[in-house]
């Protein structure tokens, strides 16, 4: 029992680290086509994010100069882009495709001008744990939740605070009237561009934030696969979630469960829980991500709007007067 217990919470508390970059990437992306705007460009900004960071932090030894300067390429290409879509009107999806090209080919040629071909080694002193007093000392619980990085906890606040600036806020709700009735809230006096534009550059601030928590917390290295799919799966998680704020965290606390699962399963073999050997099942369990991400494209669709609780005017241009 001590041992099945001892394996759950190694589970949990994986399962927050996994989740604190998808979370992070996914409640931006939320905000974003909260608004009207789907950025498909968030893998390429979570690269561009965390080689950001890594740099800053190999230059200058210090975690907190890694993530300003991640945070600080997250608003500029998410700049760009919104200065396409917003300014130019032009397609979001092909946008988004084109800012992934673009930021897996400048962190490549960035990251060999810096290292050379056979990049580095080095490691940065990343971010450090720290435990909640008393919380932390909370059998099973404790490790889970409360022994973590910054990020981490931040991700927590975010999903609480992200769920009161949707619903709760005067500009959660321009934002969601950008997003379903624009012209509607163009004639009310709602700046649409504007919102939107504030809602692209949120969502490219955090993206570029999972991009450095991967990079500070997790390698505490720099690869240029670093991301390994993540930012699509955030697209997916947003999704899954149903634009709901809440429902997008639980979401990306299942990603994660699921990939600790798997990173388990492949430590521990042969492990038994409540009389069932969990091997047994891990080629489910192995699977659970990919069920996931098409249990979301199969979501009911409202006729000619698209899935069930998406913005009305998600990724149709704003051709107002503002």
Same mark, same amino acid.
């Given at each position: ?42 893998? =390429? ?8 960071? $890594? ?10 100069? =890694? ?19 917003? +300014? ?9 495709? +084109?800012?992934?090209?673009?930021? $897996? ?27 909640? /007093? ?15 990085? /910054?990020?981490?906890? $931040? ?84 999704? $899954? =979630? ?13 990603? +994660? ?19 069932? /050997?969990?091997?047994? =099942? ?41």
């Amino acid at each position: 029992m001590n041992e099945t217990l001892a394996f759950l919470g190694g589970v949990l508390a994986s399962a927050v680290r996994v989740a604190t970059p998808l979370s992070l990437a996914a409640s931006g992306e939320t905000l974003a086509e909260r608004s009207g705007v789907i950025n498909v460009g968030v893998e =390429g900004i979570m690269i561009a994010g965390a080689l950001a960071s $890594f740099l800053a932090a190999h230059a200058t030894g210090s975690a907190l100069a =890694g993530l300003a300067a991640g945070v600080a390429v997250g608003l500029l290409l998410s700049a760009i882009f919104a200065l396409l879509v917003l +300014g130019l009107r032009a397609d979001q999806v092909v946008c988004g495709l +084109g800012l992934n090209l673009l930021a $897996f080919g400048a962190a490549g040629t960035a990251y060999q001008a810096a290292f050379g071909t056979t990049g580095t080694q080095d490691q940065v002193l990343g971010l450090a744990k720290w435990d909640v /007093p008393i919380l932390s000392r909370i059998p099973l619980l404790g490790p889970a939740f409360f022994q973590h990085e /910054p990020l981490a906890y $931040f991700m927590l606040a975010l999903a609480l605070g992200c769920g009161w600036i949707v619903f709760r806020s005067t500009w959660g709700l321009a934002l969601r009237a950008a997003g379903d009735e624009p012209l509607a809230a163009d004639a009310a006096g709602v700046p649409v561009v504007r919102v939107r534009a504030l809602a692209v550059l949120a969502g490219g601030a955090l993206a570029a934030l999972a991009g450095a928590d991967l990079a500070l917390a997790h390698a505490r290295a720099f690869a240029e696969g670093l991301t390994n799919g993540r930012g699509f799966m955030a697209l997916a998680i947003v999704l $899954f =979630g149903r634009w709901s704020p809440a429902r997008v965290f639980l979401a990306a606390l299942f990603f +994660g469960l699921a990939e600790a699962f798997e990173t388990a399963l492949q430590a521990r073999q042969g492990l038994v829980f409540l009389g069932f /050997p969990i091997s047994r =099942g891990q080629e489910l369990i192995l699977a659970l991500p990919y069920l996931l991400t098409l249990a979301t494209l199969a979501l009911p669709r409202r006729k000619g709007r698209g899935p069930a609780g998406a913005p009305a005017a998600l990724g149709v241009p704003y051709r107002g007067r503002s």
